[in-house]
C-alpha cells in the first residue's frame, strides 16, 4: 500500500491581501501529478482544506473541483479530514454520497472509530476536535487535556485494530517535538498540556499529520507533517514545501518536493540597491523587503511596487531605536503614564511635552475613572 | 411515473426573530411521509432551499440530514435545483457525487439542458438564473428579457426531447398570471417583462414551479406551483400550504395539504378581549395582533406575550389618523421641516412645539451644508 500525505491546503487564504486560489491551483497540479507517477493507492489530506469556516464561493468552487479532479477523474481514494480552519459541518456537506466512490471525508469525532480499509491498511480519520466533544463522546467529564482525550482515543481505536494490517492515523493537532514557528498557525485550544506526545501515538504503523506548516516541526520517524503544499507567510519563506510518499510495507516515507508558482523571498538592501537588482528577482514572486535606508524616503513601498509588485511587508532596519532589554524589564514596573512617555520617546526620539503629558494624563484617568463605575 | 412537487423549503429561515428549524423539520417529516403513503418515483424540489446564500451551520446540517434521509436512507430519487435565496455554488457542493445514488441537484444553467430520465419522464432541471448567464449560454447578447430567454432554453431542451416520453420542467422563476402578494418573496431581477407567459412552457407535460409561496398564485392546468410547504410570512396567513403528487400517465395532479407545526394566525381585539379569550388560541402558534383599545397601553407587547409569546407583528387600530389621499400629493411639494411637522402631528395627535421645531430645522440645516461640501 502506497499513499500520499498531504495537508493544510487552506483554499481561499490570501497573502497579505494577494489572492493565491491560481497558486493553489498550480500546486494542486503537481500534487495529482505525483500522485499519478508514484502510482498511488490513496491521497491523505490531513486537515484544513479550507482557510476559513465560510469560505469564499471561488474557494469552494476551486476545492470542489479538485476533489471531483482526484476522486472521480482520476479515480484516486481520497481520504480527509477537517482542520481547526474548517468548519466541520460545511466541510462535511455530501460527505454521506463522497464514500460511495472512495472519497473518504470526516469531520465527526464520532465516526473516527471505524477504519476505513484499503489494501493491507486500516485508515482512522480523526478530525480537529476540542476537549469538550471527547468529553461527550466518552461520557468523561474528567478528560483535561489533550494527551489524556488522546491516549483515550487512541485506545478505542486499537480496540477496532484487524490484527495483521497496517494502522494509520489521520489527524490535525499540535505533536510534542514539534516547534510553533509560522505565525500563519493560530493556537490550538486545549486545556493544561497542548501537545500530543508522539509516543501516545506508538500504536500507528504511522500518523499522517496536518496543523503545522513545517515537515520539520517535528523529527519522528512513523509520525509526520507533510507541511503546507506552498508558503502561507513569509516566515515560511525558507521552508522547502512538498509531500511524503508512504508505503506501508516495507515501511519508507519519501519526500517529494513541491515547486511554488510563485516564491515568496526576503530581500535586505537599500532603496536604490533594490531598484538596481531588480532584474535579479522574479517580478511576480513573493517579497519580504527590509529596507536599510536612515532617511526617510516618502511614498517607498509604492515607489519599490513599480518594481516589486507583490510585496507583502516592509521594514526599515533604522526606523527606530532598539529597545535594550534592561530597559523593557524595568519597564514593567512603570506606571501607565511613564509607560507611555517612555514609548512615545522611543518611538518619536523627543519627550513628551508637559500639555501632552496632562492630555495622556486626565485620559488616563478618565478610564480609570469608567472601569471602576 | 409518479412524483412529490414541492418547493421553497428556505431553511433556516426565521419569522421576525423566531427560529423555524424545528417546525421547518416536522413539516418535512410530513413531506417523507406522503412520499412513503403515495409511492411515489421521485421528489422534485423546485428551488430555494435554503433560506440565504451562506446558510447557518444549523441550516447546513439540517438540509444535508432532510436530503440523506430521502435519497439514502429513504432511496427516493431526488430531483432539485438552486433558487434565487440559494448560493448555487455552495448548495452545488458534492452535486457530482449525488447523481449516483439518485440525487439530482442541478445548480448550473449549463447543465439543464441534459435530462434526467425516470421510468416514463424526462427532467430538466433549470436552476434559477439571470439574463447574463443565457447570453453567455447562447453567445447571443440580443437576450433581453427573462421570456425571450426562456423561450430560447425551452427551444433548446425541445431538440433533446426524447419522442415518447412525457417531458418535466423543474424551475424556479415568476410566471405569468401569478400574483406577487407574500413579502417574503424578493422581485426577480430581469430587464422588461418580468414574467414568463405560460404559455412559453407549453411543450412541457408539466413545469413544476418554484419561488411564489401561494400555490394559488397561478391557476394552469400543466403549470404549478406548490408554493413554501408552511407558512413563512403573516402574509401567508390565510394560504393552504402542501404538495402536488403529479401523475404523468394518465395526467393528475392531486393536492395533499400539510399540517403547520405552529400556524400564524391574525387576531384582532382589544387588550382585555385578547387577554380574556387566550384559551382559545394555541399558546406557542405565531399572531399578528390588531389592537383596538384608543389609549395607549405602556409595554403592551410584553404584557400580550406572556399571553401569546410568539407575536411576529403588533399594529393598533387608532395608532394615527389615515392620511388621507389629497393630503400625501399635496406633501410632495412641502419643504422638509414642514413635512416633518406634518409627520410628527399625524403619528403624535399634537403640534411640534416651538424649540422642537427649531431643533430639527436646524438639524436638516447642518445636514444641508454637509451635504454640499
Redesign the interface.
Known amino acids: 500500500m502506497r499513499f500520499l500525505h498531504t495537508a493544510d491546503w487552506h483554499i481561499g487564504k490570501s497573502l497579505n491581501g494577494f489572492d493565491l486560489l491560481d497558486d493553489q491551483q498550480a500546486v494542486f497540479e503537481q500534487i495529482e501529478g505525483i500522485a499519478k507517477k508514484k502510482a498511488v493507492d490513496a491521497v491523505v489530506i490531513a486537515g484544513d482544506l479550507y482557510d476559513r469556516s465560510?469560505p469564499s464561493?471561488a474557494a469552494?468552487?476551486q476545492l470542489?473541483a479538485e476533489l471531483?479532479q482526484l476522486n472521480?477523474t482520476d479515480h484516486f481514494p481520497v481520504l480527509a479530514i477537517s482542520g481547526n480552519h474548517d468548519?466541520a459541518?460545511?466541510l462535511?456537506?455530501?460527505?454521506?454520497?463522497?464514500a460511495?466512490?472512495g472519497?473518504y471525508l470526516n469531520t465527526r469525532l464520532d465516526s473516527a472509530f471505524e477504519p476505513v480499509t484499503i489494501g493491507d491498511t486500516e485508515f482512522f480519520l480523526l478530525p480537529f476536535f476540542g476537549i469538550q466533544a471527547v468529553r461527550n463522546h466518552f461520557g468523561d467529564d474528567s478528560i483535561r487535556d489533550v494527551n489524556t482525550a488522546m491516549a483515550r482515543i487512541v485506545a478505542a481505536m486499537q480496540e477496532r485494530f484487524t490484527p495483521g494490517k497496517h494502522h494509520v492515523l489521520v489527524a490535525h493537532f499540535f505533536a510534542a517535538g514539534s516547534q510553533r514557528t509560522a505565525d500563519s498557525e493560530t493556537l490550538i485550544e486545549v486545556g493544561g498540556l497542548s501537545a500530543v506526545a508522539t509516543t501516545t501515538l506508538a500504536p500507528f504503523d504511522y500518523v499522517a499529520l496536518g496543523h503545522l506548516h513545517n515537515r520539520n516541526a517535528l523529527h519522528d520517524d512513523r509520525v509526520r507533517y507533510s507541511g503546507s503544499p506552498m508558503k502561507f507567510s513569509v516566515s515560511e519563506a525558507d521552508q522547502e514545501k512538498g509531500v511524503w510518499i508512504v508505503d506501508t510495507d516495507p515501511f519508507k516515507a519519501e519526500w517529494v518536493p513541491l515547486a511554488p508558482a510563485h516564491d515568496i523571498h526576503r530581500l535586505t538592501g537599500s532603496f536604490a540597491d533594490l531598484v538596481a537588482n531588480r532584474e535579479q528577482h522574479p517580478r511576480d514572486d513573493f517579497y519580504d523587503i527590509e529596507l536599510t535606508d536612515h532617511e526617510r524616503i516618502p511614498d517607498v513601498l509604492n515607489k519599490l511596487r513599480e518594481h516589486y509588485p507583490k510585496i507583502v511587508s516592509l521594514h526599515r532596519t533604522h526606523a527606530a531605536k532598539q529597545v535594550d532589554p534592561d530597559h523593557a524589564r524595568a519597564r514593567r514596573k512603570q506606571s501607565p503614564i511613564d509607560l507611555l512617555a517612555d514609548f512615545y520617546q522611543q518611538t518619536m526620539g523627543i519627550d513628551l511635552t508637559a500639555t501632552q503629558r496632562k492630555w495622556a494624563s486626565d485620559a488616563l484617568s478618565a478610564v480609570n475613572d469608567e472601569e471602576e463605575e
Open positions: 465560510i464561493e469552494v468552487r470542489n471531483a472521480l468548519s459541518t460545511r462535511g456537506t455530501g460527505a454521506n454520497w463522497f460511495q466512490t472519497l
